[in-house]
């Protein structure tokens, strides 16, 4: 059996990879998905944690956050539409400068 | 409301122009000139309709002794209640009041229907008056307040209103610099007055109906809490300190330098505020604090130092101006002067006397100025007039008998209130020959030069040819009837050897000054007061007479012009060829003496200050904002909108907030 302290290790693995992909990709849907990797990351932690202290609090949090992050691509992802009609790019380096000129 | 038992409301006095002027102000924009002036018309016509109607109530009044005189006293509120400081908005109406009132709303009255003429073509008809009401207003309220304090608000409202008025067309830039200087002039008086006023607050109170404390302050030998100076001391400071604010305001020497540039304002205004109402309101103030000065004893000489100086000084002055308006306005200084030295000799009845016939016969010549100015189109050089009199009649006999009033021309009021008021200088225990003499001096000149009016402006043949147009009537009536009153008001106080309702004045207002009403000494008779009376009159006859042969018709120009005397202009340097001419027309060169002392020290010192503000002071504070700068474009670089950026910077704090917490905590 799996000791449950490793499920938390691969939540805070998971965590780091998706904050790199936050940091140093520069296209738009990389860092949307790198967020969705740190969202479940989160998730993962809660339901090793219901695990840990059996209880069944975390794995309800779970459930809530599914829907949150949905959401979430939802909007992020109309938002990235937006974005490339407007500037015919994804790139978040070329679309920042081009806001300061 | 406005009348309780039979006493008539005090405070819809002033509230009636105060309340003209609220509406002209306020709705300016949406009534026509012609509204604003009737508004400013009909309330000074109400309030004197109501003054009329308090003073007959007052006279209705019985008299209760010879030493108490009615009078009327309402208080509304506490205004100030600061430590000394304490002042009701509270209103007397004792006799002093009534004449007060009466001259400022009833001669206030016919300059507003005057200036509802003169001020027709005028731009700025609907300001001028709205503060030629408040102006009516703040002097209601200076004669009627029961306490100094509440006076002074008066006080320093008709200041404010004389500023604005001579002001009145500001698009020349000399016209504001005389409003600018007769608000600074007066404004020095006023601070001595505000320190007179103090120290009478702290010696027994401001209130006009207890100074007789005054009287228990003169025997202390050292005031508690006055410096250690005995009580003598301290009035006499407090009376040098208000005649110093009445200077100020009545344009007495040495600060008397604002009102021949005051005449920058409209002729109305100054036949209203600077002959008839406002520049009288420091012989006002010493007819109300006359037991001070009385009991100083020194004060009452200074007083008549003052006005007698003032007196010759002025009239000098007026004997070679060429302006009209100037000519009368040195002729006011002299004039209230005459008032001051009345005063000054403790003749204090007399002092208001003079003051009442002169409203009257001064109101006239300044109207009648007025008028001729106005049918020659702005000229007010007197020799640019000349052969005026068939042409504006009506005018011509208004200025003729204000002018005789003003020379003292036997039977008119201005020969008995100045005559009573030398008779009382030679004759009083504060009078001395010396009084008389200046006094008498005076007289001469004020004949000469009144009359020099006369013969320069409407006798002889036209000097200029300018169109004279004719006034419309609301511009010679209002001045027939001051004329009227300037001729025939004296019969009010008749010298004592005529013996029928004489000295009917000085009775009326014995029971206010009582004792302190000084009277001839020992062995001055009637007999001796008729001669005197003659030596008046022929004083006054003969500077007419010395006035025909020096400008009628036939005489050569004296003094003898430099140029063309009809180009002179008040900043001219030397318009004529005698120095004592030049050094009189500018005013024995008392502006340039001030120019070089006050004015122009003042003026390099306030160079080094802005020098000082802009390097020492303003520097300190651009030092703060370039000190701020400098952070700013430290932090300024975290902000680029990248949110790569912004996201890496927070994991790094919370990171290190994490190590943080978790190396505090104990495990």
Known sequence: MIPAYHALILSGILFCIGIVGVIARRNLLFVLMSIEIMMNAAGLAFVAGSAIHGSYDGQIFFIFILPVAAAEVAIGLALALLLYQKYKTLDLWVIARSKEE | ?667
């Open chain 2, 1 to 667: 409301m406005f009348v309780h038992n039979g006493i008539p409301a005090l405070w819809v006095i002033p509230a009636l122009p105060a309340l003209g002027a609220l509406i002209i102000f306020l709705f300016s924009k949406a009534m026509s000139p012609q509204t604003a002036g009737r508004i400013a018309c009909g309330a000074v016509g109400l309030c004197f309709g109501w003054v009329a109607f308090c003073s007959s109530s007052l006279l209705g009044l019985p008299s209760a002794d010879a030493h108490n005189a009615p009078y009327f006293h309402q208080e509304l509120w506490t205004w100030l209640s600061a430590g000394i400081v304490q002042s009701k908005v509270a209103f007397l109406f004792d006799r002093v009041s009534m004449v007060f009132t009466i001259i400022v709303s009833g001669v206030g009255f016919l300059i507003h229907l005057y200036s509802y003429a003169y001020m027709d073509d005028d731009e700025g008809e609907r300001r001028y008056f709205g503060y030629l009401n408040l102006f009516v207003a703040s002097m209601l309220i200076l004669v009627t307040a029961d306490n100094a304090f509440f006076m002074f608000m008066g006080w320093e409202g008709v200041g404010a209103c004389s500023f604005f008025l001579i002001g009145h067309y500001y698009s020349k830039s000399e016209n504001c610099a005389a409003a600018t200087k007769a608000f600074l002039v007066t404004r020095l008086g006023d601070i001595f007055l505000i320190l007179g006023l103090l120290l009478c607050a702290k010696l027994v109170g401001v209130s006009f109906l207890n100074l007789s404390g005054f009287e228990s302050v003169k025997e202390m030998e050292v005031v508690k809490g006055g410096w250690g100076m005995s009580g003598h001391a301290l009035l006499t400071i407090a009376a040098l300190l208000l005649l110093a604010g009445a200077a100020g305001k009545s344009a007495q020497l040495p600060l008397q330098t604002w009102l021949p540039d005051a005449m920058a304002g409209p002729t109305p205004v100054s036949a209203l505020i600077h002959a008839a109402t406002m520049v009288t309101a420091g012989v006002y103030l010493i007819a109300r604090f006359h037991i001070l000065f009385v009991a100083s004893g020194t004060g009452m000489t200074a007083v008549a130092i003052v006005g007698a100086a003032t007196a010759f000084y002025a009239a000098t002055c007026a004997c070679v101006q060429t302006d009209i308006k100037r000519i009368l306005a040195y002729s006011t200084i002299s004039q209230i002067g005459y008032m001051v030295l009345g005063l000054g000799v403790g003749a204090f009845s007399l002092g208001l006397f003079h003051f009442f016939t002169h409203a009257f016969y001064k109101a006239c010549l300044f109207l009648a100025s007025g008028t001729v100015i106005h049918s020659l189109h702005h000229e007010q050089n007197i020799y640019n007039m000349g052969g005026l009199k068939s042409k504006l009649k009506g005018t011509f006999a208004a200025f003729l008998l204000g002018s005789a009033a003003l020379a003292g021309f036997p039977g008119t009021s201005g020969f008995f209130s100045k005559d009573a008021i030398l008779w009382s200088a030679l004759t009083t225990g504060f009078g001395n020959p010396v009084f008389y003499g200046v006094g008498l001096v005076t007289a001469f000149l004020t004949a000469v030069y009144s009359f020099r009016l006369i013969f320069v402006v409407f006798y002889g043949a036209p000097r200029k040819d300018i169109h004279v147009h004719h006034p419309s009537p609301l511009l010679v009536w209002p001045l027939l009837v001051l004329a009227f009153f300037a001729v025939t008001i004296g019969v009010l106080n008749l010298p004592g050897f005529v013996g029928f309702k004489s000295l009917a004045w000085e009775h009326f207002f014995h029971p206010i000054f009582g004792e302190f009403q000084a009277e001839p000494k020992e062995g001055w008779t009637h007999a001796h007061e008729a001669i005197f009376a003659l030596i008046g009159a022929a004083v006054a006859l003969g500077g007419i007479l010395v006035s025909y042969t020096l400008f009628g018709p036939n005489a050569k120009m004296l003094p003898e012009p430099a140029g063309n005397i009809g180009d002179v202009e008040n900043s001219t340097p030397k318009p004529y060829k005698s120095a004592l001419a030049n050094f009189l027309f500018h005013g024995w060169g008392m502006d340039q003496l001030y120019a070089a002392v006050f004015v122009r020290p003042v003026k390099r010192l306030s160079m080094i200050n802005a020098w000082v503000d802009k390097v020492v002071v303003d520097g300190v504070y651009e030092l703060i904002g370039a000190i701020v700068r400098a952070f700013h474009s430290l932090v300024v670089s975290f902000q680029n909108g990248r949110v790569g950026r912004y996201a890496m910077v927070m994991l790094f704090g919370v990171v290190a907030v994490t190590i943080l917490v978790m190396s505090i905590i104990p495990r």
